[in-house]
């Protein structure tokens, strides 16, 4: 299970008392800018066991950047990761998951893995608890890489989805590990 977009102090400390309630460790792949700006955010989620990884600084189309551009979206996410975790992340997420051969090789001389997802509940959409329930309950399959979002907006049905999602696929047999660990 993965989280887009944060942090927020709104809805990422709602996300975390679901996934603690739960047993749950995820993967928040965040925001340079929003790191800095709620830096304390950051350092809750490592502390619960949580991997932090990077989501670029501002959250543009990396594709229509430069080779040096992309180098500081990704580097100046994580020195702002870094300070507050004290580990550099081994991944990235493209916004948008827009990436291109420039995207791909850059995060690869960085030593990260650019990880995209398979389940999109397109959450960030705000189409209701219940769609975003139905959407990740119907898509699943082992070793899928669930797409939420904590992050850039309301995501009050995100949280609210966000209990019968993992008691459902708990009850299915899934179990729930971090990427980039």
Known sequence: ??????????YTPKVLAVLDRYGVRATFFEIGQNVSAHP?????????????????????????????????QVRN??????AQTGRTPTCLRP?????????????AADGKQVVLWSVDP????????????SR???DVRPGSVILLHDGGGDRSQTV???PAILSTLKARGYGFGVLCG
């Open 40 to 72: 304390g955010v950051t350092g809750q989620v490592a502390r619960r066991g949580h991997s932090v990884q990077n989501h670029s600084w501002s959250h543009p189309d990396l594709r229509k950047l430069s080779g040096p551009a992309v180098d500081a």
């Open 160 to 162: 609210a989805a966000l």
């Open 122 to 133: 397109q959450d960030w959409a705000r189409p209701g608890t219940a769609a975003i329930q």
């Open 77 to 82: 996410t994580d020195r702002a990761i870094r």
């Open 136 to 138: 990740v309950l119907r």
């Open 95 to 107: 916004p948008y998951g827009a990436v291109n051969a420039t995207v791909r090789s850059r995060a």
């Open 1 to 10: 299970m993965t989280f887009d977009d944060g942090p927020s102090p709104a």
